[in-house]
C-alpha cells in the first residue's frame, strides 16, 4: 500500500487566495512525522513545515499551515494569501520513528493565476 | 553552513559505463540519504547512512548500484553498467540525528543523470 497519497496531480488558484493541498498517511507507528517540501522548477527541494503525530496543536510557518487530522490519517497542506512565486511542485513525505527513511507522495503541480 | 551539495549536477552517458556521484552533506548532520526522483514522481528512497555505517538499503537498489560514506561525512553513489531506465534526478539529503520524528532533511541540488 502506498505510504503517502497525493490525489490532486495538479491544482491552480488565483493570487492572494488561499488553497489546501490534500496528503492522506498510512502507518500503523504511534510516532511519526509529517512534512511538506517544495519543488520549484529548479529542482531543489525546499522544507515548508512539520507535524509530529502527538502534536495537539497544527504547525504553523508563516503563509503554510498543516491541517492535521489524525484519526482520518490527513495532513493537508494550507497556503494562505497565494502568490506567483508558489507555483511549484509540493510533495507531502512522512518519517515513521521505528524507520530511518521518509516516504514522498507523488506530488501536486500548484499553478497560481496573476 | 553551506547547505548540501552534490557533484556533478548533470551527467550524460553511454550506456553500460559507470558513474559515480559525490554528496556533501551539512558539515554536523550525521544522517545522509539518497534518493532517486523520476520527471512527474516524489523522490523514491534509496539508502541511509548514519555516520559512516549504511543501515538500510532499498530493494530499488539492484547489485549495480553501490553507495559509500568512508569516513561519516561525504557519500559517493556508483552506478555500474548504467542503463537507460537509470536515467533520473538523483538526490542527496542530510539532518541530524533525533530520537523524535521530527528532523526535517536538507537536500542537495541534486545530479541529473541521462543514459544515452
Known amino acids: 500500500a502506498q505510504k503517502i497519497t497525493q490525489t490532486q496531480p495538479g491544482m491552480f488558484v488565483q493570487e492572494k487566495e488561499a488553497v489546501t493541498l490534500d496528503c492522506t498517511y498510512d502507518?500503523?507507528?504511534?510516532?511519526?512525522?509529517l512534512f511538506w517540501y517544495k519543488q520549484p522548477s529548479s529542482g531543489e527541494m525546499i522544507f515548508l513545515i512539520y507535524?509530529?503525530?502527538?502534536?495537539?496543536q497544527n504547525a504553523t510557518e508563516g503563509r503554510y499551515s498543516l491541517n492535521f487530522q489524525k484519526a482520518r490519517k490527513s495532513a493537508n497542506l494550507v497556503i494562505s494569501a497565494s502568490q506567483l512565486g508558489d507555483s511549484a511542485m509540493y510533495f507531502c513525505?512522512?518519517?515513521?520513528?521505528?524507520?530511518?527513511?521518509?516516504?514522498f507522495g507523488s506530488g501536486t503541480k500548484l499553478n497560481v493565476k496573476p | 553552513d553551506t547547505g548540501v551539495s552534490q557533484d556533478p549536477r548533470h551527467k550524460i552517458t553511454k550506456r553500460g559505463q559507470n558513474v559515480t556521484f559525490r554528496c556533501d552533506p551539512i558539515?554536523?548532520?550525521?544522517?545522509l540519504y539518497w534518493y532517486r526522483q523520476t520527471l512527474g514522481q516524489g523522490p523514491e528512497f534509496l539508502t541511509y547512512?548514519?555516520?559512516?555505517?549504511?543501515?538500510?538499503k532499498s530493494r530499488l537498489l539492484s547489485d549495480r548500484f553501490s553507495a559509500e560514506r568512508p569516513k561519516g561525512s561525504f557519500s559517493t553513489l556508483e552506478i555500474q553498467r548504467t542503463e537507460q531506465g537509470d536515467s533520473a534526478m538523483y538526490l542527496c539529503?542530510?539532518?541530524?540525528?533525533?530520537?523524535?520524528?521530527?528532523?526535517?532533511?536538507?537536500f542537495g541540488p541534486g545530479t541529473r543523470l541521462t543514459v544515452t
Open positions: 539529503a542530510s539532518s541530524r540525528t533525533s530520537g523524535t520524528s521530527g528532523t526535517e532533511q536538507y
Open positions: 502507518t500503523s507507528d504511534q510516532s511519526y512525522g
Open positions: 507535524q509530529g503525530s502527538y502534536d495537539e
Open positions: 513525505a512522512m518519517r515513521e520513528v521505528n524507520f530511518n527513511k521518509f516516504y
Open positions: 558539515s554536523e548532520h550525521n544522517r
Open positions: 547512512f548514519q555516520n559512516e555505517a549504511q543501515l538500510e
